[in-house]
């Protein structure tokens, strides 16, 4: 079965650059949501789309900005780096239509920053 | 904030005896409680969920165990395998179905003995 999938899996940036990472949700999910999670932390929520529009948001910082296109992926932009935006980020997707809108993750994005 | 957050950060178990994770959280609102299992280098992925209208839910290998009054959640895995190695989080949402954010609690990493 598709899964959701993330680009690029690796990232390496210097401190003040920017970075956008992908997101390709399972086919005919309408729903996508961005986590962050440092070392040895939980998944911390960042901001999730329903049908390209912002539907809830977390603890995403204001250098960070997120959007959903008209195929329903979605790009996050990632700009000021800062040595603690190292992290894994996670990307996840879910289907209205589903019984229980389960979340299903991607592999993600593990972002380096110098 | 409110949170959900785990008792033990490590649980060692010999294969094939049954292991009890536990998880507490504080929001009194959140309706809808998921086990998530993560392997080193990928994402989360769904183990089993709980509506707050039910104490128990199980199923294969797993069960997961609601008490509402004193705001716990526990994951039991009987007959645990090498394969069950990995950390585990529970989640919860304030509502099934929405494409609001989850809010993850400390994982625990559950250690399988030959």
């Known amino acids: 079965a598709a899964g959701v999938i993330q680009s690029p899996r690796h990232l390496i940036k210097e401190k003040r650059e920017t970075a956008t990472l992908k997101c390709y949700p399972i086919?005919?999910?309408?729903?996508v949501y961005w986590y962050q999670q440092g070392p040895g932390q939980d998944p911390q929520f960042l901001i999730s789309f329903y049908e390209k529009m912002q539907s809830d948001k977390g603890s995403i910082p204001d250098r960070f900005s997120a959007q959903q296109f008209s195929d329903y992926h979605s790009e996050l932009n990632m700009s000021s780096l800062e040595l603690g935006d190292s992290a894994l980020y996670f990307c996840a997707s879910s289907s209205r239509e589903a019984l229980n809108n389960e979340q299903f993750f991607g592999p993600g994005t593990r972002l380096t920053v110098l | 904030g409110e949170s959900v957050g785990l008792h033990l950060p490590t649980l060692s178990v010999q294969e094939g005896d049954n292991s009890i994770i536990n998880c507490a959280y504080s929001n009194s609102a959140s309706d809808y409680f998921i086990w998530y299992k993560q392997e080193s280098g990928k994402g989360p992925q769904f183990i089993i969920d709980i509506r707050s209208n039910m104490d128990k839910r199980q199923g294969q290998r797993v069960t997961v165990l609601l008490n509402k009054t004193v705001k716990h959640l526990s994951l039991q895995i009987a007959a645990t395998q090498p394969g069950d190695s990995a950390v585990y989080f529970c989640a919860e949402n304030i509502r099934r179905g929405g494409a609001d954010g989850l809010t993850f609690g400390k994982g625990t990493h559950l250690i399988i003995q030959p």
């Open positions: 086919p005919r999910h309408d729903t």
